[in-house]
Nanobody, 124 residues
Framework: QVQLVESGGGLVQAGGSLRLSCAAS????????MGWFRQAPGKEREFVAA????????SYADSVKGRFTISRDNAKNTVYLQMDSLKPEDTTVYYC?????????????????WGQGTQVTVSS
């Protein structure tokens, strides 16, 4: 069992930056591939970025490629999402997910655990 807690969301102007953090409980964090997703009201949860257990492999949605960077610190049981050059269309709730597998996945259904989400609002 893994519990995930996101933080770092907030209000920022277009072009600005935020860094989201997702802290995981337990001593098996390095056993999980991690992902960031986002979900707007009334819409399906969509993939943003993912990172393998070791951090050696990453994947990004086309909409954030070159602007967002996912990373992890296994010693701190934390995964990060650095978001730069933010756009108003990035406004929504961001969730981190954990899957007990070595490889990354962009599929929501492949993740076993989810955090409660953190709101990101980008003003124009």
């Amino acid at each position: 069992q893994v519990q995930l807690v996101e933080s770092g969301g907030g209000l920022v102007q277009a072009g600005g930056s935020l860094r989201l953090s997702c802290a995981a409980s337990g001593r098996t964090f390095s056993s999980y591939a991690m992902g960031w997703f986002r979900q707007a009201p009334g819409k399906e949860r969509e993939f943003v970025a993912a990172i393998s257990r070791s951090g050696s492999s990453t994947s990004y949605a086309d909409s954030v490629k070159g602007r967002f960077t996912i990373s992890r610190d296994n010693a701190k049981n934390t995964v990060y999402l650095q978001m730069d050059s933010l756009k108003p269309e990035d406004t929504t709730v961001y969730y981190c997910g954990a899957r007990k597998a070595p490889l990354i996945s962009i599929a929501t259904r492949s993740y076993d655990y989810w955090g409660q989400g953190t709101q990101v609002t980008v003003s124009s």
